[in-house]
Each structure stands twice: as structure tokens, then as C-alpha cells.
């Protein structure tokens, strides 16, 4: 099944409205699940994210997907651009990253927009590095929303987009259906009260493109020197990408 096709809950709503539902519904146990999950090591994962924009050095970056703000701070605190806007459908989700933000008093370095990231509203060719961080597999349409980063990031910006995967490796594989199918769920129910949304988490892994099917929708997108990184028995995977910049010949 296509990961556009694997929605939180069994009703008739489109995927987008589903999935805003969900993350107000368990805003409050996000941060504490997101650790708990993967003890800790999404804080790695994160850095590893960061690493890869080092080198670009990005003045403005914006964070879709953003969540709870915490890959929006990250690149704040490792990169001391400008400026980082985070964007998310989650109005509660982005409740508790403007809290976390005002507490370290970066207001006017970090800020934060309720919207559609299928239908960004930033100007075009207006962002030095896109970034999503365990995101993409909650798109409605993951080319759309592919092709909306691509207008707004500048002609040799950066995308960096963070996404859990799962393990080629059959022990590897056992050990992470079980944990991923039955305990995960089974905890998530308990803290969040909502064991629906994380019943839910497993099969949008399962079916989000992989490896080369995601690079192949990035590139279809518009970007280049798309590079793909397992990490941790690949249970995440990094990717990199860039917006070429045009030449004579192209216009």
C-alpha cells in the first residue's frame, strides 16, 4: 500500500485532516514517546541531520513538519543561522515548540507557522536549506509536497530530510516488528491515550518509499545529487539533496 494511503484512523477524512487530528491529539506525549522510542537515539540522528548542512552554511532555513520544534532548535544551536522558521499542520504541536523556543529566548531567531506543507505559503527560492525530521511519510502527496520545497528553496540550497525505515537484516527485522508492532503501540496507548495513532506509526514506515524510491521522487521533484544514508541497522535513513542552479543553457 502507498504511504498516502495509510491514514491514522478509520473514518472518511483525507489523510491531511486525519494526521492534523492526530498530532493535537498526542502533543502533550510527543516529546516523551519520541525519546522513549528510540532511547534517545533520535538525538543522534538529529546531529547527523545537521552535520550534513555544515558545509552550506545556511543563513535561512525553514523546518517542515517541525512538530515540537526540536530539530528546528537543533539547527539553531549547531548552525547559528539567521533565521529558522518551523511549519506545521499541528496547531498543539507547535503550542509546545513555541514554549520550548520562548524558554531559551530565541523568539526573534526561531519562529512558527500553522499551514499546509503541501501548500507552503513562503515565497519562492526564499529558503538557503529545507529540512524535515520524521515528516514526509505523513504527506497526503509526498511529490507535492516534494515539489513545494523545491519552489521555495534557492537555486543550490540544501534539502536534509530525516525519515525512520525498516531494517534489511531478517534478526534485525524481527526484533524491530516486535517492538514496533506491539510494544510501541501497546505504550503509546497508555501515555497518549490514542493507541490508534501509534498502531499507526508502524505502517506508515512500512509503506514511506525507501532508499532509492525516495531519492527517485526526490529527483522527480526537481533535485539533484540526492544521496540516501542508513543509520542505526537502518531503522533511519538520511537524505540529502540539492536545487540545481540554473545556467545559460537552461533558460
Wanted: glycine letters at 6%.
Amino acid at each position: 500500500m502507498d504511504v498516502e494511503q495509510v491514514k491514522p484512523y478509520d473514518t472518511g477524512q483525507q489523510k491531511t485532516e486525519q494526521v492534523r487530528e492526530m498530532f493535537d491529539r498526542i502533543a502533550p506525549a510527543y516529546d516523551f514517546m519520541n525519546h522513549a522510542m528510540t532511547m534517545g537515539i533520535d538525538r543522534w540522528w538529529r546531529r547527523a541531520a545537521v552535520k550534513a548542512l555544515e558545509k552550506a552554511q545556511p543563513r535561512v532555513i525553514l523546518d517542515v513538519a517541525t512538530g515540537t520544534g526540536d530539530f528546528a532548535i537543533t539547527l539553531y544551536k549547531r548552525l547559528s543561522p539567521n533565521h529558522v522558521e518551523g511549519i506545521d499542520l499541528s496547531e498543539n504541536m507547535l503550542a509546545v515548540a513555541r514554549e520550548k523556543v520562548a524558554r531559551k529566548g530565541w523568539n526573534e531567531h526561531i519562529t512558527f507557522t500553522q499551514g499546509d506543507c503541501l501548500d507552503l505559503p513562503q515565497d519562492d527560492d526564499s529558503a538557503d536549506a529545507v529540512t524535515v525530521a520524521f515528516g514526509v511519510r505523513n504527506f497526503e502527496d509526498l511529490l507535492k509536497g516534494y515539489r513545494q520545497m523545491w519552489r521555495v528553496l534557492r537555486p543550490g540550497g540544501s534539502l536534509v530530510v530525516l525519515e525512520l525505515s525498516t531494517p534489511r537484516n531478517r534478526v534485525t527485522r524481527w526484533f524491530y516488528d516486535l517492538y514496533t508492532l506491539h510494544l510501541i503501540p501497546w505504550v503509546g496507548g497508555l501515555k497518549s491515550h490514542d493507541r490508534d495513532a501509534y498502531r499507526y506509526l508502524p505502517r506508515s514506515i512500512a509503506a514511506v518509499p525507501q532508499g532509492a524510491a525516495m531519492l527517485s521522487l526526490m529527483s522527480e521533484a526537481g533535485f539533484t545529487d540526492g544521496h540516501c544514508r542508513r543509520m542505526t541497522f537502518g531503522t533511519c535513513s538520511l537524505y540529502t539533496a540539492t536545487k540545481p542552479i540554473k545556467t545559460e543553457t537552461d533558460s
